[in-house]
């Protein structure tokens, strides 16, 4: 008889944020895990930066322009802290769908200002953060308001199904990325996408169907693409002039997200840019079936010649030195003696 692979049903959100206000993204996100639990998914995929937004006010405007400036302002204060009251809610609804949920968020570290990383937080169907992954190295104007994240949070985690990954749109083509979470198993990986590219770029759809089959063959995985969409407040929100507004209202420039077998068949999408949710019934066996043929966590790899490493480490600032503990009270009390 042997062993059972299961049958999951997943599926990829296609949506856009209630652009740079936190707490209406939440509900809303809130709102279409519940919506999904209740079609069935067991493995929910969000955007990059969905709560609050992704900042692509930087393919229209300079960095330092009072436009740029004013909207990265609002995405600090709007950003999502872990733990906090967004995160809480969104293991709610998790809880309540008794699903897997991958959220793209915009992570600031508590108590700090103006730092930001371009996160995917992992929850569990009882509401329980599993971790989270920090994008590794932004991409073009990203780097203005995001710090790359390291090592510790680069990984894939366990569930019922096996491990699960997910990375942030341009890396999931870097190559020891993509081994990395090779050799750590991955069954299922969740690709997060933005709202667009920016203007020199092939389309977004086109991107994302390239990358979402090609990371499938090198895998063996199933890949759940996210993609973001632009609505009209966002395009008001932007204040881009009319060939700005253009490329922002085709069709071809935004959208796209999809679900792929790892023998590369799409299951479910590609999406238009319109709001929605795909689904698919993704069997696991599949995966067992490619990696007789080419397992590059195993027996198709010579880890004699190929090794890579990974640092987990997280370096800091600054460091200290001696003590800085005073006794106040020996100092008085020789003050007064004096």
């Not at 081994?179 to 690709?191: D, N, S, V, Y």
């Amino acid at each position: 008889m042997g062993d059972n692979y299961p049958i999951v049903k997943v599926a990829a959100v296609q949506s856009a944020p209630v652009f740079l206000n936190r707490e209406a993204t939440t509900e809303k996100a809130c709102s279409l895990i519940r919506e999904a639990g209740e079609n069935g998914a067991r493995v929910i995929a969000f955007p990059e930066s969905y709560i609050p937004a992704h900042p692509i006010w930087f393919h229209f405007h300079p960095g330092t322009d009072s436009i740029a400036t004013k909207l990265s302002v609002e995405l600090f204060k709007n950003s999502v802290e872990i733990p906090g009251p967004e995160v809480e809610a969104l293991g709610a609804a998790a809880r309540e769908a008794n699903a897997y949920v991958i959220m793209g968020i915009c992570e600031k570290i508590p108590n700090t200002f103006g730092t930001m990383f371009n996160t995917q937080i992992f929850i569990g169907p009882d509401g329980t953060l599993l971790g989270k992954h920090q994008k590794i190295m932004p991409t073009v104007g990203e780097r203005l308001v995001h710090k790359g994240g390291y090592g510790d949070t680069f990984m894939t985690f366990n569930t019922e199904f096996g491990p699960i990954s997910g990375l942030v749109c341009g890396e999931n083509t870097n190559p020891l990325a993509i081994f990395a979470l090779t050799a750590e198993g991955t069954r299922i990986h969740i690709m997060g996408w933005p709202n667009h590219f920016p203007k020199i770029s092939r389309p977004m759809r086109e991107r994302v169907e390239t990358t979402s089959k090609t990371f499938a063959e090198m895998t063996k995985a199933f890949v759940i693409s996210s993609c973001a969409i632009v609505d009209e407040d966002i395009i008001k929100i932007l204040k881009v002039n009319p060939e700005q507004e253009e490329f922002l209202r085709n069709p071809l420039n935004s959208g796209g997200s999809s679900i792929v077998s790892p023998d590369t068949k799409v299951l479910a999408g590609p999406m238009g840019n319109e709001e929605g949710i795909i689904y698919a019934d993704i069997d696991l066996e599949v995966g067992v079936k490619m990696k007789i043929r080419h397992d590059f966590a195993g027996h198709y790899n010579r880890p004699d010649i190929f090794h890579l490493t990974i640092n987990r480490s997280v370096p800091t600032l600054y460091s200290e030195s001696g003590s800085s503990e005073i006794n106040f009270s020996e100092i008085t009390e020789t003050l007064e003696i004096k």
